[in-house]
T-cell receptor
Framework: GAGVSQSPRYKVAKRGQDVALRCDPI?????LFWYQQALGQGPEFLTYFQNEAQLDKSGLPSDRFFAERPEGSVSTLKIQRTQQEDSAVYLC?????????????FGPGTRLTVL | AQTVTQSQPEMSVQEAETVTLSCTYDTSESDYYLFWYKQPPSRQMILVIR??????QNATENRFSVNFQKAAKSFSLKISDSQLGDAAMYFCAYRSYGQNFVFGPGTRLSVLP
């Protein structure tokens, strides 16, 4: 595809449910990032992949959050036993190479609402 | 840990005028990268401009330019000849090599016709 895509665009979950959010990066992009963006705030880093390797997961808020990118392309962010404070927009971004000033291309985000 | 501060939650500018958005950051690194991203309402975030810390010359991209003051750890964005389409949230971001991006809280820019 032409850009980063994310699905679903909107997700409503009942507290305690598990959710899975998908990110399709731009083909060939090495780096993939997940961010959490609360309403009116800047994106907060969650985790970073270089190909299939998860190089940094220091931003994941709890062990209920898990991310994978098994074949170095599509990535899934999973949240187990969702809680109301998990409500946010989850952004995915990819970049062609790793590490430096290269541009990140963002997806449209998945808006998660936990009731 | 690195932090990015944007002290102006909201700004407004008259169409065709110039506006400057402020950003300061805290780091002990000497080599890093700085970015300004734009997030229009309900639309995807896009890169506006970037600066590599080792470059002394300020980056420019058409109507957008930065004032990078490394010693002061300041990275402001100047938008000239403001247009209605410039209305958006603007985020300043920092990255050292191989590390994750750190974003500021954002400045909401309104452009008045």
């Amino acid at each position: 595809g032409a850009g980063v895509s994310q699905s679903p665009r909107y997700k409503v979950a009942k507290r305690g449910q598990d959710v899975a959010l998908r990110c399709d990066p731009i083909s060939g992009h090495v780096s993939l990032f997940w961010y959490q963006q609360a309403l009116g705030q800047g994106p907060e880093f969650l985790t970073y992949f270089q190909n299939e390797a998860q190089l940094d997961k220091s931003g994941l808020p709890s062990d209920r959050f898990f991310a994978e990118r098994p074949e170095g392309s599509v990535s899934t962010l999973k949240i187990q036993r969702t809680q109301q404070e998990d409500s946010a927009v989850y952004l995915c971004a990819s970049s062609l190479v790793a590490g430096g000033p290269e541009e990140q291309f963002f997806g449209p985000g998945t808006r998660l609402t936990v009731l | 840990a690195q932090t990015v501060t944007q002290s102006q939650p909201e700004m407004s500018v008259q169409e065709a005028e110039t506006v400057t958005l402020s950003c300061t950051y805290d780091t002990s690194e000497s080599d890093y990268y700085l970015f300004w991203y734009k997030q229009p309402p309900s639309r995807q975030m896009i890169l506006v401009i970037r600066q590599e810390a080792y470059k002394q010359q300020n980056a420019t991209e058409n109507r957008f330019s930065v004032n990078f003051q490394k010693a002061a750890k300041s990275f402001s964005l100047k938008i000239s000849d403001s247009q209605l389409g410039d209305a958006a949230m603007y985020f300043c971001a920092y990255r050292s090599y191989g590390q994750n991006f750190v974003f500021g809280p954002g400045t909401r820019l309104s452009v008045l016709p």
